[in-house]
């Protein structure tokens, strides 16, 4: 059973638990808004939400009508340096919300630059502080340091953690020594906003065969877009009608040379907006994720959503994500040979993609269902929730976590 410091929990009694989520855009404001849904059904909460006015889903978050506590962030690096003035005066008004309303956890759906700001009036009414944690460490090639020292302090001062898969679990475990009573798995599933009805479930899964591949998502050294270039160049010998879209913000200088010589190559290289994607997934029939290294994919998830199946390389979290035969294939290995063989395979084969896209829809059936039973069987303790039953995920993966278990206060 989970309390608090300050305030004791009667047998029996509801726990007051805060959605907590101030970033603006991208895939973290799905999460929150697909988490927000699950857990307002469910009884043992008095669920509230606190987000920011600037996210590009307060209309939908605000639509689920639950009690919170708004606040108004920036929308860019100028407005965010203007804004620092008004930190001291939110986290008294925010002390004042939680203390109010007698707030016995914290749930934060992915971090914000704010957050350290704010911990200590967490602490202050006595609430218990759980996290999700979509990356434990930097990526390769991200530089911007500050962010590493800043996850890892609020990592420490958490008192239990939500990871999106067992990868980040262990990459947790190994750089902050967590105890696994204070961890629990719980994969995403699709972003609902997303969904396209004529393809979820392989209701219209065209006849012509695939050829319309994707790549979205920032553009960076880890993210293996000169592996992908190297497949398509590979492809595209024996598949004349094949084509590449390139779709996010990045620098795209050192693949220059190789997007000059390839021929069907279309490139937005900018920040993709939020009313863009449905025309982007739309115009694709299969999504690359030719990573070096990886968490968990955001892309995957969308994917999913759209009925796209996605060919993917071995590392990381997607050897949990993809369910080869189901929603897609992995590769034999982080290479351009090797994304070029698995994406060959579902290019000649028409009745395997068909089983890829009908796919798609049962093994994300559930999936968010199966997130919220987890993370409220965690933030209570009870220790009644069961493993995932699927096949997406092996028993090795949910060493370590397999079970909802009980917070445990850290030592201080």
């Known amino acids: 059973m989970v309390g608090t410091d300050k305030r004791k929990i009667s047998h029996g009694r509801k726990r007051n638990l805060l959605l907590w989520y101030w970033g603006r855009r991208g895939g973290g404001a799905h ?3 697909e988490v927000a849904r699950e857990l307002s059904k469910r009884d043992e909460f008095n669920l509230h939400l606190s987000v920011s006015r600037d996210c590009d889903l307060y209309p939908e978050l ?3 009508g639950l009690p919170g506590f708004d606040v108004d962030t920036y929308h860019d690096v100028g407005s965010a340096a203007l804004a620092l003035w008004r930190v001291p005066r939110i986290r008294r008004r925010f002390q004042d919300y939680l203390e109010a309303n007698g707030i016995d956890l914290v749930l934060c759906t992915m971090q914000h630059l704010w957050n350290p700001f704010m911990l200590p009036a967490i602490r202050k009414v006595g609430a218990r502080y759980v996290v999700t944690i979509h990356d434990a460490a930097l990526h ?11 996850l890892d302090w609020e990592i420490r001062r958490a008192d239990g953690y939500v990871v999106l898969s067992d990868h980040v679990g262990s990459v947790l475990r190994a750089r902050h020594h967590t105890p696994a009573d204070r961890m629990t798995v719980a994969p995403s599933g699709p972003f609902s906003q997303f969904a396209d009805t004529r393809r979820a479930g392989g209701k219209a899964c065209d006849a012509r065969p695939p050829r319309r591949l994707l790549f979205f998502g920032r553009i ?4 293996g877009l000169d592996l992908l270039l190297d497949a398509y160049a590979r492809l595209k010998v024996r598949y004349p009608d094949l084509s590449l879209a390139i779709h996010g913000a990045g620098d795209l200088s050192p693949y220059k040379a190789a997007l000059d010589r390839l021929p069907d190559v279309k490139v937005e290289n900018r920040y993709i907006a939020e009313e863009d994607l449905p025309g982007i997934l739309e115009n694709a029939d299969l999504v690359v994720l030719p990573y070096r290294e990886a968490s968990q994919s955001g892309v995957l998830v969308l994917a999913e959503a759209a009925g796209l199946p996605v060919v993917g390389t071995p590392t990381g979290a997607l050897v949990e994500q993809i369910v080869p035969g189901v929603n897609g294939l992995i590769a034999a290995g982080v290479s351009g040979e090797a994304l070029a063989a698995s994406i060959a395979k579902l290019l000649d084969d028409p009745a395997l993609y068909r089983r890829c896209v009908e796919g798609i829809a049962h093994n994300a059936e559930d999936r968010w269902a199966e997130a919220g039973d987890r993370i409220s069987g965690f933030l209570l303790g009870d220790g009644t929730v069961a493993p995932v039953a699927s ?3 092996s028993a090795a993966s949910m060493s370590g976590a397999e079970r909802a278990l009980p917070l445990r ?4």
Do not use: S
């Not at 390769?140 to 800043?150: K, L, N, R, S």
């Not at 206060?409 to 201080?412: D, K, L, S, T, Y």
């Open 140 to 150: 390769p090639g991200e530089c911007f340091m500050p962010y590493q020292w800043w």
């Open 220 to 223: 960076i050294a880890y993210k």
């Open 409 to 412: 206060r850290q030592a201080r």
């Open 62 to 64: 605000k639509a689920l």
């Open 31 to 33: 999460y929150c808004l």
């Open 391 to 393: 096949p997406r995920y």
